[in-house]
């Protein structure tokens, strides 16, 4: 069995300048410095699944994103498209309708936890668990706005069951899939001293796609079908 079933792949930033325009939004050179812009010291406690997504950051970059971002919107599908032909060979493709921001704090993690998880496991968990309800069939993207790595990173299992994590190594340029509704992921507090800002988003191939799946995300309350959680080209 491949032992690290995570792929890497680069992109043209000068056609996806995906870090240039979220950098635009908080007129900041360096997006690794994100944290500068906050004052409130309650972010350094470990996020919770249910505030990991409320800090002034997060709400910037979503009333950007709800607001006709045609700038975001378009790179995101034409993205989308690269990876449905470049990686996939297909013609047809359904992803999630919008992706996820996601900004790892010095001190602190991405992903928040729940109470009943191991203090050394906060928050680590496969998206098909009961707290998130994903579909088994969704593949898992993650497109890194910073370039980051060990605690600023995201521990994937490096097969189901292994009970073994590799840290992605995660490089302004690249984008990386893995396996995220059976293997176990999850991060550590980060410890840099820098922040790590990306974005994740889940493709579904138009073969593997079952609309008979009636789960909702915990999250947005959509279900898992086009038209809820999805779109399709």
């Known amino acids: 069995?491949?032992?690290?079933?995570?792929?890497?792949?680069?992109?043209?930033?000068?056609?996806?300048?995906?870090?240039?325009?979220?950098?635009d939004i908080y007129n900041i050179d360096h997006l690794n410095e994100i944290h500068l812009l906050l004052d409130k010291p309650e972010f350094n406690n470990l996020?919770?699944?249910?505030?990991?997504?409320?800090?002034?950051?997060?709400?910037?970059?979503?009333?950007?994103?709800?607001?006709?971002?045609?700038?975001?919107?378009?790179?995101?599908?034409?993205?989308?498209?690269?990876?449905?032909?470049?990686?996939?060979?297909?013609?047809?493709?359904?992803?999630?309708?919008?992706?996820?921001?996601?900004?790892?704090?010095?001190?602190?993690?991405?992903?928040?936890?729940?109470?009943?998880?191991?203090?050394?496991?906060?928050?680590w968990h496969k998206d098909t668990d009961d707290q998130y309800n994903h579909p088994f069939f969704e593949k898992n993207f993650i497109l890194p706005l910073t370039n980051s790595s060990d605690s600023a990173?995201?521990?994937?299992e490096t097969f189901p069951n292994s009970d073994e994590f590799i840290p992605a190594t995660m490089k302004v340029g690249e984008y990386f899939q893995f396996n995220g509704g059976?293997?176990?992921?999850?991060?550590?507090?980060?410890?840099?001293?820098?922040?790590?800002?990306?974005?994740?988003?889940?493709?579904?191939?138009?073969?593997d796609y079952n609309d008979a799946y009636s789960k909702a995300s915990k999250i947005t309350s959509k279900k898992f079908v086009v038209g809820g959680y999805y779109k399709k080209i």
């Not at 700038?71 to 032909?85: A, T």
Request: net charge positive; with cysteine; proline share 4%.
């Open 182 to 207: 059976e293997c176990i992921h999850g991060n550590k507090p980060n410890i840099t001293g820098k922040s790590r800002v990306s974005l994740d988003f889940r493709l579904v191939l138009s073969s």
């Open 153 to 156: 990173s995201v521990y994937i």
């Open 47 to 123: 996020f919770t699944n249910q505030n990991d997504d409320t800090t002034l950051l997060h709400s910037m970059f979503y009333k950007k994103l709800n607001s006709g971002w045609k700038e975001f919107d378009n790179l995101y599908i034409e993205f989308v498209k690269m990876i449905m032909q470049d990686v996939f060979g297909e013609d047809s493709i359904i992803y999630q309708a919008s992706p996820t921001f996601r900004v790892q704090l010095p001190n602190n993690i991405a992903v928040g936890g729940n109470e009943k998880d191991l203090p050394e496991r906060y928050g």
């Open 1 to 23: 069995m491949e032992r690290y079933k995570v792929k890497y792949f680069s992109y043209d930033q000068k056609k996806f300048p995906f870090e240039k325009i979220v950098k």
